[in-house]
């Protein structure tokens, strides 16, 4: 799959020390099986010229406290919490100067944040979704990015999960319904 680096971006989903190292809060071996598959692929991106963009889960300690319905504590425990170790990218993908860093306080990157019109400004369309976990913030990212006319290509090599059939059953669905699917060794930049 040949990728043309001015309209490509890589999306590094939440690869966050509580999510993959041993010490987080929602540590999955999974997630941290795959930080150095996703460094090897962003660092081709970085040499090709194409965007690379990471995105952060963080929460402040109050988000749910007069949630309605929607409550990721409820569901996870108390994670990434704004400001704390657990929030930071791990250290084995520094971001560069010229990579996007977008916050985000739910599971869909694009939600409330400058993710779309970033990509927009730069006429980004191709999108290479990897990180950490595959059926939640992958997922949503993924089919966020779908229903606002990116094309959205999954890495299954570079995702995080913390069972496989998560996994297995996330690719199956973004093919299924709004993606494609890619391992990390059959994407090239034009510039490779």
Not at 160 to 177: K, N, P, T
Request: glycine content about 8%; some cysteine.
């Amino acid at each position: 799959m040949n990728l043309e680096p001015a309209r490509t971006a890589v999306v590094v989903v939440d690869m966050q020390n509580g999510f993959c190292h041993p010490d987080g809060s929602l540590y999955a071996p999974g997630s941290e099986a795959v930080v150095e598959p996703i460094r090897e692929l962003v660092g081709r991106a970085h040499e090709a010229g194409a965007r690379v963009v990471y995105t952060r889960d963080v929460h402040p300690p109050e988000q749910f406290d007069d949630a309605y319905y929607y409550d990721e504590f409820d569901q996870w425990g108390e994670h990434v919490l704004e400001g704390s170790w657990d929030a930071e990218i791990v250290d084995e993908l520094p971001a560069t100067d010229a990579d996007l860093v977008v916050e985000k306080h739910t599971y869909d990157a694009f939600h409330r944040t400058e993710l779309e019109g970033w990509l927009n400004a730069r006429g980004i369309d191709d999108l290479v979704i990897c990180g950490t976990l595959a059926n939640v913030c992958v997922l949503h990212t993924g089919g966020s990015a779908a229903l606002r006319d990116f094309r959205p290509i999954m890495v299954e090599d570079c995702i995080g999960s913390i069972e496989d059939d998560h996994r297995e059953y996330a690719l199956e669905h973004a093919e299924w319904l709004f993606g494609e699917v890619a391992r990390s060794d059959d994407l090239a930049f034009a510039a490779e």
